[in-house]
């Protein structure tokens, strides 16, 4: 006859066979949760792409429409200040609640945030919001504030998640719906607690990007600073 198992034997092998399926559904829940992630970065980096591409034509119409040659003279205006009053114009007028948009598919957008070492080039929405930001990026400071604009995005390839590359001198680029360029110069990078909200908006940056590191525990941020404008 073979040997009976003790109960303390029979309880380590429930035990054993317990830890092996929670061990097996944590591993498909995480899998779940990584294709998941996969299928909304997609959805996200195509629909972006679309946008960003219907916004630049809806732009080329609104220059081509009007006679009175707008962006021109935007540039003009806020070039006839010093560069420390206009960059704290442009401070002003791109975290303006009632800037210019442009609606794309239900969406306010103030215009596209260029970045060309990372071949960029991203819809920004007027307000954010969580679902907002799954389509695109969004303006995170629009209160008129002297701080400077405020760009959040997810960390999606395709959106935000290489800005830690970005070296300091690099060129980041921001078109309204008018046309008008303005140029950033990345100044400094740092990484922010979630709850440092008042630190995200509250610097002296006249551009700042940001977006979650991964698993969110952080927030990886590149200041920026002014360095002109001009009409496309």
């Not at 990584?34 to 809806?58: D, G």
């Not at 970045?115 to 920004?124: A, F, G, M, R």
């Amino acid at each position: 006859m073979g040997r009976h198992e003790s109960p303390e034997e029979t309880e380590v092998k429930i035990r054993g066979i317990i830890l092996m399926s929670i061990g097996g559904i944590l591993i498909l829940t995480s899998l779940g949760l990584i294709l998941n992630h996969l299928y909304e970065e997609n959805i996200a980096n195509r629909e972006a792409e679309i946008i960003c591409s219907k916004l630049i034509v809806q732009i080329e119409k609104e220059k081509d429409s009007n006679s009175t040659g707008t962006s021109e003279q935007l540039v003009s205006d806020e070039k006839a200040a010093g560069i420390p009053d206009e960059s704290q114009m442009i401070r002003s007028k791109l975290t303006d609640a009632n800037i210019d948009t442009i609606d794309i598919d239900g969406l306010d957008y103030i215009g596209y945030v260029s970045i060309p070492d990372l071949d960029l080039d991203l819809p920004v929405v007027s307000k954010w919001s969580y679902d907002a930001l799954k389509v695109s990026p969004a303006r995170y400071s629009d209160d008129g504030s002297s701080y400077g604009l405020v760009i959040a995005a997810h960390n999606f390839a395709r959106h935000f998640g290489k800005i830690y590359s970005l070296p300091e001198g690099a060129v980041v680029y921001f078109t309204d719906v008018h046309g008008v360029v303005y140029s950033f110069e990345v100044v400094k990078q740092e990484v922010l607690n979630p709850e440092d909200i008042t630190k995200m908006t509250t610097e002296p940056y006249d551009l700042t990007l940001f977006t979650c590191t991964p698993g969110g525990v952080s927030r990886v941020t590149v200041r920026c600073t002014y360095a002109g404008s001009r009409a496309e």
